[in-house]
């Protein structure tokens, strides 16, 4: 029998999914702002440095979040899975910010804080179907008896 993909993984409700896609993003932004803030207020980091840190660890927290929750993957963490990872949520920090700059640039009337808004939204949708078609894709081996 032919097996339907869904963007949903095996086994997971769409609540429980998207309240993971959900959580992992909170998660991801908590610990960037607070590693951003820690650095900069208490260990008197320039911002510059701190968000570099702050952006790398928020990564990994939103890795291990989306990777447990979202996507509910049953193998162990592996760096190719990271990598790709980081490779979709590095692509849709520039997809977020390039569009916010394109908004602003060509609807200038539009206040900035709806560009980002706009933006976001973009990003966030290039950044779910790039967690489920590349960063936690689910490999199958078909082997014959």
Known sequence: MARRRTLLPEGVGLLRHGLGFLAGG????????LVLELLTVGLGVTPILARLAAISLAMVAGWLMHRTYTFAVGSPPSFSEFVRYA????????????????IVLVLPWVDPLAGMVASSLLAMV?????????????RFAHQEK
């Open 87 to 102: 490779g979709v949520a590095w692509s849709a920090a520039a997809i977020n910010y390039g569009s916010f700059v394109v």
């Open 126 to 138: 290039f950044s779910y179907l790039g967690m489920r078609v590349a960063a936690f894709r689910r």
């Open 26 to 33: 909170a998660t991801a932004f908590g610990v960037d702002a």
